[in-house]
């Protein structure tokens, strides 16, 4: 049986890495082989490229090679780890995907969605996921949250950005889960942590439901 791809999607400051290791620690306790992986990252390869990306000190980097880069990481992830792991009916458990670069770069950078669509297409395979929880909160929420959590000093280069860059962010978040709401569940992420887990929960556990009968 192929396997289930679940992401985790939202602004810096969503709280959305906290809910994976909650889902993980849940999904190890019902006895569900699985692994969990994130993005930029997730193999020796494109961990690399993920510091080049993240580095503060890399800030004449060009919107297109951002764009590149993040699909060069995403491409050797997919065929490394996420597809060999779905075909051995695992599921997979992943901290951002395509809808992050499409939040990120086609909409904050202002890049557009066809040519980030266009790249990922390629580098994925067309792989898509299952299901996407998109954890929703404000700019201004996640900032703070960030601020808090690690100090301005030590934001990477995306999270320095100013809060327009943050706002168009959510705005391509809002888009993408208004056009594709069948695979995408969104969550108000300003509400406290086990509410959020709770949400999650009460979906995931239907989506296994339903997976393990088909």
Do not use: W
Not at 59 to 69: A, I, Q, R, S, W
Not at 103 to 122: D, K, R, S, T
Not at 124 to 148: N, Q
């Amino acid at each position: 049986m192929k396997g289930l791809f679940i992401t985790l999607e939202g602004p810096d400051g969503s709280g959305k890495t906290t809910q994976v290791a909650k889902i993980a620690e849940y999904l190890t306790q019902q006895k569900i082989d699985f692994i969990q992986t994130r993005e930029p990252g997730g193999t020796r390869i494109s961990d690399k490229i993920r510091s080049l990306i993240l580095d503060p000190e890399h800030n004449e980097m060009h919107d297109l090679t951002e764009v590149l880069l993040y699909a060069a990481s995403r491409a050797q992830h997919v065929h490394e780890k996420i597809i060999p792991a779905l075909e051995s009916g695992k599921v997979v458990l992943c901290d951002r995907f395509v809808d992050a670069s499409l939040a990120y770069q086609g909409f904050g950078l202002g890049v557009g969605e066809g040519p980030v669509l266009q790249v990922n297409q390629i580098a994925t395979s067309g792989l898509v996921p299952d299901r996407s929880y998109f954890i929703d909160v404000s700019p201004e929420v996640g900032r703070k949250r960030m601020t808090v959590r690690y100090g301005t000093e030590n934001l990477d280069r995306i999270e320095q950005k100013d809060l327009s860059y943050h706002e168009r962010v959510r705005e391509g978040f809002q888009h993408i889960f208004n056009n594709q709401e069948k695979r995408i569940h969104r969550i108000n992420g300003e509400q406290d942590p086990e509410t959020v887990f709770a949400e999650i929960v009460e979906d995931l556990d239907k989506l296994l439901s339903n997976h393990k009968e088909n």
